[in-house]
């Protein structure tokens, strides 16, 4: 059954392994950031650096697996039809908007809604690490220097990812606004046997 997660917003929950996991761009141009935890023991998580590295790019898309901290497949990719994610920039938090938005007010952020939804499963803010970031349109030039586009995903695309263990899934629509194109929209999600 699809699931609606909110714009600015996001959820926690169980998937177990061989189960499959549908995160859908409704309305296009929308990233959501996601984070990995073995359900047997939280301090195994997602990483970035394993990944990048065991899978020798920094684009991870269809066929590609995501590793956790401890070198272990957690989920591979069956099906991208956006075929651009990002795997380098950490979750939107306060400090984002204070810092490369010049914004001092309230803001929501993929950090605060990834740890506040998963405190159900004793995960605390330290414990967030960096996300996948699904549909996330991040350029880099030949010297290294990055920037954020508008993702390039249209309405209806998809990635369908297969869990490899037990897992415990943090999922946002983002909040950052140089990540979505100016706007925010829902993001979908559907778990599949």
Not at 36 to 51: M, P, Q, V, Y
Not at 88 to 94: H, I, K, N, V
Not at 149 to 154: A, G, H, N, V
Request: hydrophobic share 35%.
């Amino acid at each position: 059954m699809m699931q609606v997660i909110g714009k600015q917003s996001g959820a926690a929950f169980r998937i177990k392994k061989g189960q499959k996991l549908k995160v859908t761009d409704p309305d296009g141009g929308q990233v959501s950031d996601m984070v990995l935890f073995n359900a047997s023991d939280k301090r195994e998580k997602i990483s970035s650096g394993k990944t990048l590295d065991f899978e020798e790019s920094i684009l991870i898309t269809k066929g590609d697996f995501l590793w956790s901290n401890r070198s272990n497949k957690m989920m591979k990719i069956l099906e991208d039809t956006n075929g651009r994610n990002d795997f380098l920039l950490a979750p939107c938090s306060p400090e984002t908007f204070k810092i490369m938005y010049n914004n001092n007010e309230y803001h929501p952020s993929c950090f605060e809604n990834l740890y506040t939804n998963l405190e159900q499963y004793g995960i605390e803010p330290d414990d967030i690490p960096t996300a996948f970031n699904i549909f996330m349109n991040v350029q880099f030039k030949p010297d290294g220097k990055l920037s954020v586009e508008p993702p390039l995903s249209k309405a209806g695309d998809h990635v369908l990812f297969e869990a490899r263990m037990d897992l415990i899934v943090g999922l946002t629509a983002c909040s950052a606004e140089d990540s979505n194109g100016g706007s925010f929209k829902p993001i979908h999600y559907e778990i599949m046997d």
